[in-house]
Structure formats: C-alpha cells, structure tokens
C-alpha cells in the first residue's frame, strides 16, 4: 500500500513541478526594452501602451505594416522592394524619426490580419489602405491620422450592358473581395435600393479580374481609385479602358490614412503631423526640388516653423514633438510632398489630381492642413 | 487486362512496330475506340496548351520579376547568403548518386537528358550573369562528384570513409544554411556576422527552407508519436492518439491561421537568443509557421510511421528480447530499420505533400513564391491579369521538384531493396 | 511489505512502478501544459456572443438554405457549412469514381491510355492544389462563352467543317457558359406529400422484396436478380403513386435571361471549377492507391477467372475489385478526409464554404480564437463522421470476405 500512495505522491509533485516552472516562465524576464507585454489590464486583444517613438529609435528602423498587391497604394517591386503611396507615407515617417527614408521593415498584413498585428505591437504603424471607421476607432483601439487619400467605393461595369446607375442592376452578379467593408457596403447598397443582386466573394483580385474579363460578373465593386487604376489598365485584347465605365455613384465614404494604437498619443502625433507637414509644404510650395532654397530663406515665419530654421535670426521653432526640429527637412528632401508622393505614385494609375477630393484645398479639394504653430 | 507484349523474333521494323501498335493500340473494337478518344482529347489539350503557351502569354512577368519569385523580398545584395549551400548541396548530390547507385548507361543518358531539358531554360531566361556562373558552377560541381564518386568508387580502400565523409557533409549543410541566414555570434562582436531578418525571407527560397525544416523536424517527432501510439503504456498510447487524430482532422490553412494570430497569446515572454530576442510571445512569423508545419506533418508521418511498425513481425521482437536485448536497443536496432525502411514510398509521398503544402502559408502573408508572382500580377499595373502566366510557371517549379523527389526516393528504394525480401 | 533491502532496490526496478512512475510524469505534465493553456485563454476573454449578431453580407452559393444578410452569422456559418459539405460529398464520389478509372487505365493494356493515365497522374500529385484551382478556373471555366453565347443543348443544328449542315432539335434542356452549367429541373406541387408516402411505402417494399428474392437464391441456388427486383418493385410503386398523386412534380426548363439563367438547376462555374480541381487532385492519389491495391491481388486470380470463362470486365468487377477493395479503404478513407479538409481552399475562386465565411466574420467582428475553435471542430465532426462511415465499410467488407 506505502508503495502505492509513494508513487501517487510522485506523480503529483511532477505535476506540481511542472506548472510551478511554467508559471514562473511568465514573470520571468523583464530586461529587454519594453517590447514584452505589460502586464496591463488585456494582455491579448488590449492595446499595448507604450513608448512606440523609444522603441523605434532604439531598433533603428520603423515597422511598417503595408499591402503588397495594391497597385499604386503598396505593391512589390522586381527587386523585392516595397513601392507606392502608402509606402512614401512609410519612408516619410522614417525620414522624420530616423533621419533616413530607407529605415523601414515592411511587413506584409492580409486584410484580416493588419488590426491584430497593429494591436498586437508587430507594427508601429498600420499604412495600407485602411478605411477610418467609427468601430474601428473605437472598437479595435486604433488611432486614425490625417486622411491621406479621400476614396469612396463605386461600381465598374462594362459600357455593352447599358447600365447608367445602381439601380439597373437588380438580377446582377457582382464581384467583390473579402473581407472588407466593400462586402458590407455593396449589401447595404443593394438592400437600400430594394435589388436582388448575386455577389461572387473572392480572396484576391486576380481570378477577380479573371472572372470580370470573362463576364461572369457584370460589376466590380472596390475603391474608385482601383477600379480607375484597373480600368486604366484593362487590356487592349478584352475592349480597353473605353468598354468599361465606372459608375457616377459613390456609395461610401472612405478616407484612407496612417493608423496608430490607442494610448501613445506622442507617437499619433508624430504620425499625424508628418503627414501635415507634407500637405502644409505642397500647400506652400516645397518640394524636394527647391528645399534648399527654402532652408536657406524660409521666407515667412510659417515655412521656418515647419523647417525647422531660424527666421530673421529668431529662435528656432520646437514644438515638443519629440523628434528633431527639422524633421520636415527630411522628409521633404528624402521623399517629398505631398503633391511629388501623389504624383508619382496615383497618376501613373490614370487618376490625376486636379478636380477631386485629393486636389489642395486651395483647388477645391479636401486636403487641407491645420496650421504649423 | 496487361498487354502481351512478347517480342519472338526480331522482324523488320515496319511490321514490328505494327505488331506493337496491334498490340498495344488497335487490338479490338473497344481497344481502338479507346485509342481514337483519347488521342482526340490530347490533340486537343495539346493545341489549347502549345497555343497558351507560345501565343497567348506573356511572359514578361516572370522574366521581369524572377528574382522575386525565387527570394522575395530577400534584401538585395544578401545574395551571397544562399549560395554556398546550394553549391554544397550540389556537389553532394552528385556525390551521393555516384556513391550509392549504379546507374545503367541508360538511366545515365536519361538522367543527363533531364538535366539538359531541365537546365536550357533556366540558363536561357533566369540565370544571366552572377547568377549564371554560380548556376553553372553548381552543375559542374554536381556533375565533378558524380565522376569523381565513379572513380574513387573503383578503390574501394576509400568508399567507407567518403561514404562517411559525405554523410556528415549532409548534416552539416543543413545547419550551415542556417547560420548563414540568421547570423552568428551577435553582430556587436568582432567575429560574429548578421543575419537577414527572416521577415524578409521570401520566394521559392522560403518554400524550399520551409519544408526542409519542417520535413526534418517533423521526422523524428513523427516517429516519437508513432512509438507512443503504439506504446504499451496507455498513457502515452491516448495521448498520442489524440494529437494525431485531432491534427489530421483540420486543414492545414487553420493550423496555419491559429499559429499566426492565437499563438502568440500562449507563448511566455522569457526570451531565446538569436530566435526570439524580443521574448518567444514576439517571435517570428516565420519560425512559428515553421513549428505548425511541423506539428502538422508529424501527425501524417506518425501515422505512416505506425503501417510500418505494425508490419515488423512479432517474432523479430521476442527473438530480441529472448537475446536479452534493452527496450531501446531493439527498437533502434531491430524495430525502427524495417518499419522505416518498409515505408519509404509513402514518407516521401508525405514529404512531397508538405513541400507543396508551403504553398499555403500566403494566408499567413509570407511571401513564398506562388504569392509572390500573384502579387505581381495583382500589385504592378503593367503586369495586371497575368496571373495565368504566373500560376503555370510556378506550377511548372514545384512540379521539377516534386517529380525529382519521386523519382529519387523510387531510385532508393531500388538501392535498399524494398518490397524485396 | 517488507522494509528489506532487497525490497527497496526492487522498488525502482520493478518494472511495474517504473511504467507508473513514467507514465504518471508525463501525465502530469500533460495536465499542467493542459492548465496552463487553459489559464492563459481564460485571459482572452473569449466569448460566443458574436454568433447571434447579424452577418450584413450576401453569399453567392446556398443549398437548401435561405440565410440573407439579416440573419445571424450562425445561419451564415451553416450555409457554409452545408456548402462545404455538399463540395466533399459529390467530390468523394466524382472523385473515387476518377481514380477507379485512372488506376485502372494505368495499368491498361492500351498503351496511350495508360500512358495519358500517367501523364495525368504525375503531373496533378506534383504541382500544389491551388495553383490547380486557379488554373481550372481561370484557364477552363472561365473560357467558357458569355451567357448571351450560352452553348445549348440539345443542339438546333449540327454541323461539321463545311460538309453538313443541318437542323436539329430546336428545344432545349441544358445551357452552359461562364455564369455555369443550366440544367432542367423540377418543382413540388400539393400532391408531392402524398408521394412521399408511396416513396417511402416503396423502400420498405423493395427492401423486403430483396430480402426475400435474396433467400431464394441463397435456398434453391437459381438465379433470382435480388436487385433487379428492388428496383422494379420500387419503380413500379413509385410510378402508381406518382399517378396517383397527380403528377407532384413540374418539370421546369431552365430560360436564359439577361443576366442569369431563369428557371431550372444551375452549376456555377465556380463550384463546378472547383469541383473538378478538388476530384482530379483527389482521384489521381486514388488511382495510385487503386493501382496498387490492384497488383496486390495475385496474379492467379484473374487467370482463374480467366478460365472459367468471365470476360475482362466481369474478371475486374466481381473478382479482382471486391479483393482489392479491402486493402484500399483506408488509404482511400484519409484521400476522403484530406478531399474534405482540402476544400477550404475554395475561398479563392468565390465559393463560400465554411473557412471562407468564418474568415469574413473574424475580419468583421475580430473574434479570431473563438471562431477558429469552431471551425475546428467543424472539421473534427466530419472527419469523425467519414472516417466512422467508412471504417464500419471496411469492418462489413472484411467481415463478408471471412
């Protein structure tokens, strides 16, 4: 019998043994620079709070999550290199932190994955395409910067088919990606108009394509601003970009920009005006060009501020940002404005600037920037 | 239902060949019928295939963007990294062939034709330049050890110990492909070098790592589990069999997806050097896609493992035991040489399926090949709706890798013996 | 118990403890792993509350359910899941039924045949699934005409080359183009409850009558077509109840629209793309595993039944087939399992199977872990659920065979 409860007993104290040493793991090694959880209030879903410009200084380089399949917006290179509008937002934010555009790690995030990798710390910031939402402010704890790009979702469809609005489309097929708010949309759309419609839901936009080209959808709905691109380049073969018309109608708003964590709000800021300063330089006229020029006479107290120079011999304007004074000079000398970013990126596409949402407010546009002071 | 085929005597060609076409193609109605639909159906795939192929296409896309397809977003100018291994490997290939097989005048001239169709292409469209040298110096390095095996083969004073040598030469390459890629020793100290984010690991490079890692992982945990299911302790017996019924239950893209977004939150944050600086709950993508792929090949080989072991007759092991031999002796020395060895065919299936299976790991948002060309085919507005030209290249990659696995591991079993007794 | 020396070394040599001490360890730190995975997921606030929520998107495939966008994302999630399951179920059979035919063609004794057999077979096993998957339905199914330019069957004219040219059936049954295949098909009406009953009336009786003309051929050795008889039994029943009951079903034509097919059954390219990609993968590791189970049935056996004079087809049916079936079901049960497990893939050409609208409610309510566990064991029930059908299969098989 002694025998018996002797090796219950030893059975037990492994156990014990066991989840005491996987216990301590936990607590265990607290040295490295911030980047372990705290043991805040919601270690899975709950935003890291912390010192995300520390942490990016210290690694030397920025983490950037970006798309790699988005035509002017973020795609990859032959090189294996990143490129496109949200990624010049990405090489602008190194630039003013790091002092060098080219310090950035680009992580590559699936629309499923990009709020959980932000929330999650993979990222310092989320760049890709990423509508503001009122849920995922809120919800998904997320920090939306200045707008960089006013888009709204619109229908394609082919000129043969006759179709001049929405609501010619009852007993439609429509091809749709998943997983975003474009699925959500395009329901709501349809439900409101009272039409009966058949979405064809896939994954990516290749069989996607395939599928429009083919005719086994009649419309293709996304954001304008791809489906301007995509008809841009609609092929020669198929009837060129002059078979295809996008509708009028935009059916929803979405103003795409920078996303931060809730809670850092130095890093928001550090975000949001970097994306300011290169709206307040196209506003002002500076350019990657003509910097020098523009360091060596600012010319009005304003241009100094954002400089980040003396003007007739005043101090040097600090804004307590946390990063150098004259990270502008950086920015604008490394990557540009915001017109230069604009313009070799999204007009290649076949979408110039002049005339919508995207032109300077001084054009009637609805890029506009809150005062550097 | 097998064709006779017995030639008697050598006739003149014109009414051997009729005699084979009798035989193999137009003997009886059904037979013929048989022949005439399916010739049909290949003049027409052929056409439909050749004209895709040589008309439609364009091929631009995968010249334009080869380097991506075979590293990814490898930082440029890395390169150097990749390429002792692959010359090493190279060389050992051909070692080993040389070594362990005798190859027949005709398997040589297959063997020498596949290569040539294999390599034009290659040497035509991808390898220009630096890459060209090495591509050509890693043949004549494969094509050197064959030789010099053949030689050195003829003094047999010399086989036992370049068997040997070639041998760990294998298990080193592995691991030295390794260090090359992530580095050594810490980059601060004057000796150590630095690694290349594995983030940045991409194309058929990160395919090929991918399955060897996992292949050679999961190998022994497979056999681990395999021993366990069939253990005579029920502990071990229950839970082995749990784990690999529940593994073999679900697709690997959830296994995937749960290693991607729902490890982490169980991982402790103690950190592992060089792994894991940052904490093991920060670890990697690529080192947790790495660890699913194991855990869920494990559960295949466990299983293949298992018909081996079941095949090894019983009286093998009491003839053991009755030799006083331990537990563990018998089973490395009796048990596991002929469970392992009556199973080669399938392991290699299994190994097959997994390297094709890295192919899934898009849905993690790594960058392995077949993501890689349909990025481009999605993401550069020149190249949009080329995804065709895009899936039969890469399609075409996997496929070279694959067949050659299959035939190597049917050469093998040929050497070893298998289903001979 | 004896305190003795002896006694005490044999405590840690007997083998008995040793196996409960080993045991007992691992035991325990299984449990305390278990614990801790627990403890840790207890942290994530898990919860299922998601599900009820309305899902707000339209999917483009259901069978036999009517989820709308207003529904919760638990009838979502069904729809998906009756989708998944209708793909493997037609798959397994389409695809058994392909590797029976391509196992058998390689080992054929026409030599193209088995040729293009092997050719079919090395190159589907060698290349990933879904680069297959695109290409069926980039490359075959979308190449298909427009609907307008629907193909129509049966044809209104044949015509070969410039030789003939003649007019043939102007009604038509079937149509098929890229927005998928047209067939006919029909709808219920009052009287179809009633037939029902005559159905069911009819299984029962062409069961008995089975067993009994079963009996018979067993007791007298005559021949006496047990299952020609179920079916005429059953037919006949079913054709006087159908009459009876006023014919309950429509027939019903299918129309082409502007934009659709009216009326009818329809197979969307999409489905039916992936259905073929999943059955040739599928069939074509069926086919090796037929074609070695086949060699495995010695050789004597068709020369046996070679000599008592069955014909080829005969030979392959009733001898060598119900032999090799025995050693094939297993294999041929994880080819069924990874078909199932496979068809999660289908996300990529638009069909909206259970992983496809779990991905979409995970990116609408970030509810990652939860909607995982479900998922997996979704997948769990239905490989439990094939791998019981068809070891119950085997058990009866090997059973017969004595």
């Not at chain 2, 006779?4 to 137009?26: G, S």
């Not at chain 2, 035991?321 to 089973?331: D, F, H, N, P, V």
């Not at chain 3, 035919?101 to 589907?124: F, I, P």
């Not at chain 3, 102007?170 to 006919?184: E, I, M, Q, T, W």
Request: net charge negative; with cysteine.
């Amino acid at each position: 019998m002694r025998t018996r409860w002797l090796l219950i007993g030893i059975g037990l104290l492994a156990a014990i043994l066991a989840i005491a040493a996987v216990a301590c793991g936990d607590d265990d090694d607290d040295d490295d620079n911030g980047d372990t959880p705290a043991n805040g209030e919601e270690p899975a879903n709950g935003a890291q709070v912390g010192d995300t410009l520390g942490d990016v200084v210290a690694r030397g380089e920025l983490v950037c999550g970006v798309n790699d399949a988005v035509p002017g917006f973020g795609f990859l290179e032959a090189d294996g290199t990143s490129s496109g509008f949200d990624v010049d937002f990405c090489r602008a934010l190194a630039a003013a932190v790091l002092g060098d555009a080219d310090a950035v790690e680009y992580v590559i995030l699936t629309a499923a994955a990009r709020f959980e990798a932000l929330s999650s710390g993979q990222i310092d910031v989320l760049i890709r395409n990423t509508t503001w939402t009122l849920s995922r402010d809120a919800d998904l704890k997320a920090t939306f910067a200045t707008t960089t790009f006013y888009d709204g979702q619109g229908m394609m469809v082919r000129v043969a088919d006759g179709i001049s609005s929405i609501d010619d489309m009852a007993g439609t097929t429509v091809c749709v990606l998943q997983g975003t708010t474009t699925e959500l949309n395009l329901a709501d759309r349809f439900a409101s108009g009272g039409l009966d419609y058949t979405p064809l839901t896939f994954e990516e936009n290749g069989p996607l394509e395939a599928a429009f080209t083919a005719e086994a959808c009649d419309g293709w709905t996304s954001d304008k601003s791809q489906l301007a691109a995509r008809r841009f380049a609609y092929a020669e073969a198929d009837g060129g970009p002059e078979s295809l018309v996008i509708l009028d109608e935009t059916f929803s708003k979405e103003p795409l920009g920078p996303v931060t964590r809730d809670g850092d709000t130095q890093w928001s800021d550090i975000v949001n005006w970097v994306v300011i300063g290169m709206i307040t330089a196209d506003e002002k006229g500076i350019t990657s060009q003509n910097l020098a020029d523009f360091v060596a006479d600012p010319g009005n107290a304003e241009t100094a501020r954002l400089l980040g120079v003396s003007f007739e011999g005043g101090e040097i304007f600090d804004s307590n940002l946390g990063i150098d004074a004259d990270f502008m000079q950086d920015v604008i000398g490394q990557v540009g404005n915001y017109d230069e970013v604009y313009t070799k990126n999204i007009e290649p596409l076949g979408i110039p600037r002049a005339g919508t949402l995207n032109a300077s407010w001084l054009n009637g546009g609805l890029i506009y920037a809150p005062p550097t002071r | 239902m097998r064709g006779t085929t017995q030639i008697k005597a050598p006739a003149p060609f014109p009414r051997q060949a009729r005699r084979w076409a009798h035989d193999n193609l137009f003997g009886g109605v059904a037979n013929t019928l048989l022949t005439v639909v399916t010739s049909l159906f290949l003049v027409f795939a052929l056409y439909q295939i050749l004209r895709f192929v040589f008309v439609t296409a364009e091929w631009e896309v995968i010249e334009a963007n080869r380097r991506l397809f075979f590293l990814g977003r490898f930082p440029v100018g890395e390169e150097w990294r990749i390429w002792p291994p692959i010359l090493l490997v190279s060389a050992l290939a051909g070692l080993t062939v040389g070594l362990r097989t005798r190859l027949d005048l005709r398997s040589t001239i297959m063997m020498v034709l596949w290569l040539a169709v294999g390599l034009t292409p290659v040497f035509l469209f991808f390898a220009h330049g630096t890459v060209g040298i090495l591509t050509a110096a890693a043949v004549g390095l494969a094509a050197l050890g064959y030789i010099g095996a053949r030689i050195w083969l003829q003094d047999s004073r010399y086989v036992a110990l370049i068997g040997q040598l070639v041998l760990a030469s294998w298990l080193l390459t592995f691991p030295l492909a390794l260090v090359l890629l992530v580095g050594f020793g810490g980059a601060d100290t004057s000796l150590g070098i630095d690694g290349v984010d594995p983030s940045r690991w991409g194309g058929f490079h990160l395919n090929i790592l991918l399955a060897v890692v996992a292949i050679v992982a999961s190998f022994p945990l497979g056999v681990l589990l395999a021993l366990g299911r069939t253990s005579s302790f029920p502990v071990f017996r229950v839970a082995s069999t749990i784990y690999i019924e529940l593994i073999r239950g679900v697709p690997l893209i959830t296994i995937l997806l749960m290693a991607w977004l729902v490890l982490p939150d169980f991982l402790p944050s103690f950190s592992v050097p060089v792994l894991a600086p940052s904490g093991l709950d920060d670890i990697e993508l690529v080192y947790r896609v790495m660890v699913a792929l194991t855990l869920f090949s494990a559960a295949y080989v466990a299983e293949i493992v298992r018909g081996g072991l079941q095949a090894v007759p019983r009286g093998q092991i009491e003839a053991a035991q009755a030799l006083g031999m331990s537990t563990a002796r018998i089973l490395a020395l009796i048990v596991l040489p002929q469970a392992l060895r009556a199973v080669i065919p399938a392991l290699v299936g299994q190994f097959i399926s997994l390297f094709k299976d890295t192919s899934l790991v898009f849905i993690v948002g790594l960058t392995e090949m077949l993501r890689a060309g349909r990025a481009v085919a999605q993401g550069q507005i020149e190249f949009s709706g080329r995804e065709m030209e895009v899936l039969l290249f890469v399609g075409l990659v996997f496929w070279i890798v694959a067949f050659s696995m299959s035939r190597l591991s049917q050469q093998l079993e040929r050497n070893l013996g298998v289903g001979e007794r | 118990m004896a305190g003795t020396t002896i006694g005490r070394l044999s405590l840690w040599r007997n083998v008995r403890v040793q196996r409960f001490v080993i045991q007992a360890a691992f035991a325990g730190a299984l449990a305390a792993f278990g614990y801790y995975l627990i403890d840790q997921a207890r942290d994530l606030e898990l919860g299922f509350d998601f599900l009820e929520g309305r899902a707000g998107f339209d999917i483009s495939h259901q069978f036999g359910t009517s989820y709308n966008r207003n529904d919760s994302r638990l009838d979502l999630y069904i729809a998906g899941i009756v989708n998944t399951i209708r793909l493997a179920g037609v798959g397994i059979v389409l695809a058994t039924l392909l590797g029976l035919a391509a196992g058998v063609a390689r080992l054929s004794g026409n030599w193209l045949v088995s040729r293009v057999a092997t050719v079919y077979v090395e190159t589907v096993r060698n290349t990933p699934l879904l680069v297959q998957i695109l290409f069926w339905y980039i490359a075959v199914f979308l190449q298909l005409p427009r609907i307008s330019e629907s193909i129509n069957f049966p044809p209104d004219r044949i015509s070969f080359l410039p030789f003939f040219d003649v007019p043939f059936i102007s009604f038509d049954l079937a149509f098929l183009s890229v927005r998928g295949l047209a067939l006919p098909w029909a709808t219920t009406n009052d009287g179809f409850s009633l037939w029902l009953i005559f159905l069911a009336v009819a299984a029962a009786a062409s069961i008995a009558v089975r067993f009994w003309r079963g009996r018979r051929q067993e007791r007298t050795g005559q021949p006496s077509y047990p299952n020609w008889w179920l079916l005429g039994t059953f037919a006949a029943i079913a054709l006087v109840g159908f009459a009876i009951a006023g014919g309950p079903l429509d027939p019903e034509r299918p129309v082409v629209g502007e934009r659709s097919y009216d009326g009818g059954i329809r197979l969307t390219a999409e489905f039916t793309a992936l259905l073929v990609a999943l059955v040739t993968y599928t069939g074509a590791f069926i086919a090796e595993i037929v074609r070695g189970s086949l060699q495995a049935v010695p050789k004597g056996q068709t020369e046996a039944s070679a000599a008592l004079g069955l014909s080829p087809f005969q030979r392959l049916g009733l001898v060598i087939l119900p032999q090799a079936l025995r050693i094939m079901i297993p294999p041929l049960t994880s080819q069924y399992l990874n078909l199932t497990k496979n068809s999660s893939l289908a996300v990529a050409i638009a069909f909206p199977e259970l992983v496809g609208v779990s991905r979409t409610i995970i990116n609408n309510t970030g509810q990652a872990i939860p909607m995982f566990a479900i998922v997996m064991a979704t997948y769990l029930l239905m490989s439990l659920a094939i791998s019981l059908v068809m070891n119950t299969f085997h058990w009866r098989l090997t059973r017969e065979g004595g």
